[in-house]
């Protein structure tokens, strides 16, 4: 890692220790709709008088250190959401939000490194990866939908946030990943669920603008085709959307867990997700989970150099064992990834969830890979609660394209992430959050200018967060 003072240490420290005792308002996309059913309604206009408003404001604080004479970047976030849900009519509602972001300061996140040839990565995922120079106009209709809900059927159509192990809104920056489609759930019998859904348009985490299925895919960096060829399916694909189906079960406590998923991505692929928790005791329980994918119609294109998933066949298994003692959690998370290709899934509509997901460390677009994850969280007095993670990752050589999408090399990864929700009423809605992230690779496996944003950096992240 670089040492600050060469690169304006005085400045960013001025600017961090700004960033933390005068937060801006800015923005946050994890709600609860509100409980609107029981509200008595006798006019269009009682649907909104009696509707109830919610939104968030956040302030987010990033700086990367790279490795050596890699450049060194920052920046600071802010904006709002605001949005209402209406009382129900009959069973109907109705909800619609939006958000804006602005760029408060940061580095020059236009400019290529130097030596890397590449523009910073998270710290842009800040704003707007499709125009690099826009800092004010991010605004964005998060979401406008209507509503069912009853005792047999819960429906959606229009713009959501959908939740689910591969498609979800992953809100971990200034903009969720979000869909456009419909969506039923249905309780078929007590602590047990059904859900449908099609959808047909995405606006990806840190994009502005909305597309439909086969132009979202390829927003973010493509990687490499399994010949070695740079990756070039943007804005070529052939599919319409993706069917989803899913059963989730939960026992009273939620001390069993099971569900299975379905994606069913139009011409491209399908992809099966399980996942059972089983608890041995009241301290002790134990997880495991699996994943199966092929190839749909021709993966995206007739052409094997503009397809996005090959004809293969992948899989994936992970698991879990984890042990609580009063307000503290111990736990060790596996996934591996099988050698007969690359786990595959659009990451411009979610992020994987399995037991090893951790903060800036993907296992999508890779095979014959390992992921081992230590994690320690515990709940402190005052408001407090922290998760301490130590992470060891094993990735195919960088040269073997049949199992490394995206250059992923071998590595550490150190992280400590802790949050403060103030306990007094006057601080109530008000949430902080330091996260920190280290990753290390030893050996010469690449070049210094592969390194950037791969591996071989220090980051921290600072969110100041008010909800209501």
Known sequence: MQVLAQKDLKHISLLFIFSIFFPIPGW???HTEARTDTVQVHSIQELFSKGEFHGH???????????????????????????????????????ISGLFTYNLFSSNLVAKDP???????????LFDLQDPDNKHDLDRLESAYIAFNSEKVQAKIGRF????????????????????????????????????????????RSVVEWGKAKNTIGIYPMG???????????????????????????????????????????NITNSSYGRLLLPVNKQ?????????????????????????????????AGGMISYKV?????????LHSGNSGRFTFPREWGREQFFATIPRGRLEGTGAADLLVIKASKVWPAGFSSELSLA?????????????????VSYWSPIFDLTYQPNRQTFQGVVFRLLYVVKSSAGDELRLDQMFYNTNFHQVNFITQINF
């Not at 030596?115 to 995922?125: I, N, Q």
């Not at 489609?181 to 348009?201: E, N």
């Not at 899913?246 to 994606?263: C, L, R």
């Not at 060891?392 to 992923?408: I, M």
């Open 28 to 30: 946050s996309q994890e």
């Open 57 to 95: 404001v956040r302030n987010y604080f990033m700086a990367t250190w790279n490795h050596q004479e890699l450049s060194d970047h920052y920046a600071n976030a802010s904006g709002a959401e605001i949005g209402i849900r209406t009382a129900s009519l009959h069973g109907f509602s109705l909800g």
């Open 115 to 125: 030596l890397a040839g590449k523009r910073p990565v998270t710290e842009r995922e």
């Open 161 to 204: 946030k959908f939740n689910s192990p591969l498609i979800n809104p992953q809100d971990t920056r200034m903009k969720p990943y979000t869909v456009q489609g419909v969506q039923m759930q249905l309780p078929i019998r007590q602590h047990t669920q059904l859900v449908f859904a099609w959808l047909d348009h995405f606006s990806p």
């Open 224 to 266: 490499s085709a399994q010949d070695g060829k740079p990756g070039a399916y943007a804005n070529r694909l052939q599919t319409k959307g993706v069917a989803i189906g899913g059963v989730v079960y939960k026992s009273p406590g939620h001390q069993f867990q099971a569900q299975g998923w379905n994606y069913w991505i139009h």
């Open 284 to 316: 002790l329980q134990v997880g495991v989970e699996g994943l199966y994918q092929f190839q749909v119609g021709n993966g995206g294109h007739q052409h094997p150099d503009t397809t996005y998933f090959p004809e293969q066949q992948q899989w994936l």
């Open 326 to 334: 009063c307000k503290a959690k111990m736990s060790l998370n596996y």
């Open 392 to 408: 060891r990752a094993w990735h195919p050589a960088v040269s073997d394209y049949t199992h490394n999408k995206y250059g992923l």
